[in-house]
């Protein structure tokens, strides 16, 4: 009788396929979840936090913007956009909101809680 085996390290395999499952669920532009992945991540916040509240921001004639100047321009755009929301959305937030990029131009916050948005509207009450 004979045994043959073979050994293979697959770690840098798994590392690429856990790398190509992060780049589906994230944006390349903004590095905010895909809406579909996002949605999902706030069901599953809202299983232990049932409370909380949506801040939906829509860039008007984004569109326009990306067709008249061109997609790079665009791109550059809604990635400093995406970092000013982000940090307008963190600042007094008692935990990191869930940031999704809901279609081509709107940005989606999910938070745990209801709170007092720092764009002055009182949210959720």
Same mark, same amino acid.
């Given at each position: 009788?004979? #045994?043959?085996?073979?050994?293979?390290?697959? @770690? *840098?395999?798994?590392?690429?396929?856990?790398?190509? *499952?992060?780049? =589906?669920?994230?944006? %390349?532009?903004?590095?905010?979840?895909?809406?579909?992945?996002?949605?999902? *991540?706030?069901? @599953?916040?809202?299983?232990?936090? %049932?409370? $909380?509240?949506?801040?939906?921001?829509? #860039?008007?004639?984004?569109?326009?913007?990306?067709?008249?100047?061109?997609?790079?321009?665009?791109?550059?755009?809604?990635? =400093?956009?995406?970092?000013?929301?982000?940090?307008?959305?963190?600042? $007094?937030?008692?935990?990191? %909101?869930?940031? #999704?990029?809901? $279609?081509?131009? *709107?940005?989606?916050?999910?938070?745990?809680?209801?709170?007092?948005? %720092?764009?002055?509207? &009182?949210? $959720? &009450?």
């Amino acid at each position: 009788r004979r #045994i043959v085996g073979y050994i293979r390290d697959i @770690h *840098e395999t798994k590392m690429r396929e856990l790398e190509q *499952e992060r780049k =589906q669920q994230m944006d %390349p532009v903004t590095s905010f979840y895909r809406l579909k992945p996002g949605m999902e *991540e706030i069901r @599953h916040v809202r299983r232990r936090f %049932p409370e $909380g509240m949506l801040v939906l921001v829509d #860039i008007c004639r984004f569109t326009m913007i990306s067709r008249d100047f061109g997609l790079a321009f665009g791109d550059v755009l809604l990635e =400093q956009f995406s970092k000013m929301f982000l940090q307008v959305c963190e600042e $007094g937030a008692a935990s990191t %909101p869930v940031m #999704i990029r809901a $279609g081509s131009d *709107e940005l989606l916050a999910g938070y745990r809680e209801k709170r007092r948005h %720092p764009a002055g509207k &009182n949210c $959720g &009450n």
